[in-house]
């Protein structure tokens, strides 16, 4: 997928999320922490990271690189969203186990000809998401 693929996708789910009771927006920022920023269904402030997988996998997993910058940013609630296959999984931060950090070699970039792999820390997402979708995107 290239850049623009993938920011067209960002906001068609944000239209999505926002059309079930959410109010985000998106970041707009090429290198930003985070893809979008609003309010959750509950009124709190949030920020969203956005994951696209074509495939579907059972166990999810976060980057911890990730996951600590967005630990800075100053609202109530973080979401790291992945969309696959079966659609929009919602994953809480309070909710990730600190202690399910495995190892895995990745590519070193998401958007690249070139698949170049290297050795990162990832927190598995064993739980049932906070929220789902059954949003279609591939």
């Known amino acids: 997928m290239t850049r623009a693929e993938i920011y067209k996708l960002e906001n068609q789910l944000i ?5 079930s009771g959410w ?6 920022e090429k290198y930003c ?8 269904l509950n009124g709190q402030s949030c920020v969203l ?7 579907f996998y059972k166990t999810k997993i976060l980057e911890t690189k990730k996951y600590n910058a967005l630990l ?6 973080k979401y790291y969203c992945v969309v696959d296959q079966k659609g929009c999984h919602i994953y ?3 909710s990730i186990d600190r202690n399910n950090l495995i190892e895995l070699n990745l590519p070193k970039e998401t958007i690249t000809q070139n698949i170049q792999k290297e050795s990162r820390w990832v927190y598995e997402l064993k ?11 591939f």
């Open 15 to 19: 239209f999505l999320l926002n059309m």
């Open 23 to 28: 109010h985000i927006q998106w970041s707009e």
């Open 33 to 40: 922490r985070y893809d979008a920023i609003g309010t959750d």
């Open 49 to 55: 990271e956005f994951k696209f997988r074509r495939k």
């Open 72 to 77: 800075d940013q100053q609202t109530e609630q």
């Open 92 to 94: 809480e931060f309070k």
């Open 127 to 137: 739980h049932a998401p906070k929220y789902f979708y059954a949003f279609q995107f």
